[in-house]
């Protein structure tokens, strides 16, 4: 089992930038691939983005390709999510979520652990 929790979340205009971290206790974070999801009010929540296990493939939803980023630093237990250029459709709550596959998946139901969230707010 490992747990999660999130931080970096906040207020930034639009175009502006800001870097989420998880940070993950328990179990060998290195044995999880890893996702950022997000959930705006009134909305399911949706995949945002991958990363394997060693770090060496990523994948994107087409609605944040080319601006948000995602990285892990399995010595460290964390994973980033790296956000630019960033919209007023971005704001959302930001969930990151592991699983004990080796492949990623954009379905919620197959992260068996999750975050808590943290707040992302993009003023236009």
């Known amino acids: 089992q490992v747990q999660l929790v999130e931080s970096g979340g906040g207020l930034v205009q639009a175009g502006g930038s800001l870097r989420l971290s998880c940070v993950a206790s328990?179990?060998?974070?290195?044995?999880?691939?890893m996702g950022w999801f997000r959930q705006a009010p009134g909305k399911e929540r949706e995949f945002v983005t991958a990363?394997?296990?060693?770090?060496?493939?990523?994948f994107d939803a087409d609605s944040v390709k080319g601006r948000f980023t995602i990285s892990r630093d399995n010595a460290k237990s964390t994973v980033y999510l790296q956000m630019n250029s960033l919209k007023p459709e971005d704001t959302a709550l930001y969930y990151c979520?592991?699983?004990?596959?080796?492949?990623?998946?954009?379905?919620?139901?197959?992260?068996?652990?999750w975050g808590q969230g943290t707040q992302v707010t993009v003023s236009s």
């Open positions: 990363i394997t296990r060693s770090g060496t493939r990523t």
């Open positions: 328990g179990r060998t974070f290195s044995s999880y691939t």
């Open positions: 979520a592991a699983r004990g596959s080796g492949y990623y998946d954009t379905a919620p139901e197959q992260y068996p652990y």
